[in-house]
């Protein structure tokens, strides 16, 4: 049994986004990601920070303290060097909810080894730069789509292949009856930037989209409100 997980952060605060925004967490940062996403907010984190190791038990009892949640992030909590200390958060800690923030690297492995009663969102962040990336992310739509516990939380970029992507997404959801209702339930749309500044400016469009396909709008609200 694993009684310590590697982190570069571990901290209290509130989820900033998507799905579960406001709600109170517990935030553990891995440190590594398989990705390179030039809007990233946390990439200068995960470069200048050292890994640290972290009791399940100093964990827990933080838990309890705060009467929190857990938001498992990074970085990547699926690539291969986390993925066994995230199924080890994920099944040996108890906690009112957990958030695993994710671009879907292993998200299905993932899913299938996590303990099914636990209450666990599955936040899913496709990063589409590439024709591979944008199949990568449609496919993992179409599986997850009748998933209550999976969520779609998308940086909206004003391009072709973005605007092809929802429209791909909404279709998917349009479809299928039992899920032709879920696009607010399911998807959620946020601006790009690292800047208050930025993130106000390029909200219209995410407004639009929203509005156009029954989308939530997301804001990233650690950055507008300047909470860590």
Request: proline residues 3%.
């Amino acid at each position: 049994m694993m009684d310590t997980v590697k982190l570069i952060e571990n901290f209290c605060s509130f989820q900033g986004e998507g799905k579960d925004s406001g709600r109170r967490m517990i935030f553990l940062r891995f440190k590594s990601c398989n990705r390179n996403c030039r809007w990233c907010d946390t990439a200068v984190r995960m470069r200048i920070t050292a890994e640290a190791s972290h009791t399940l038990k100093d964990i827990q009892e933080s838990i309890y303290k705060n009467s929190a949640g857990v938001c498992i992030t990074g970085g990547e909590p699926t690539v291969d060097r986390h993925f066994d200390e995230c199924l080890t958060l994920l099944n040996d800690l108890k906690y009112p909810l957990a958030n695993v923030e994710t671009n879907g690297y292993r998200l299905e492995d993932l899913i299938k080894s996590v303990i099914l009663s636990k209450p666990v969102h599955y936040i899913f962040s496709p990063k589409i730069f590439s024709d591979n990336d944008y199949d990568f992310a449609i496919e993992l739509v179409k599986k997850f789509i009748r998933n209550p516990n999976v969520f779609y939380k998308i940086v909206y970029e004003n391009n072709i292949m973005m605007s092809d992507f929802l429209e791909e997404v909404n279709t998917i959801l349009s479809l299928d009856s039992s899920t032709q209702f879920l696009h607010s339930q399911k998807v959620w749309i946020m601006p790009e930037g690292v800047t208050r500044e930025d993130l106000i400016k390029n909200s219209g469009p995410v407004f639009d989209i929203c509005e156009k396909y029954n989308f939530s709008f997301s804001s990233r609200n650690h950055i507008i409100y300047g909470f860590i």
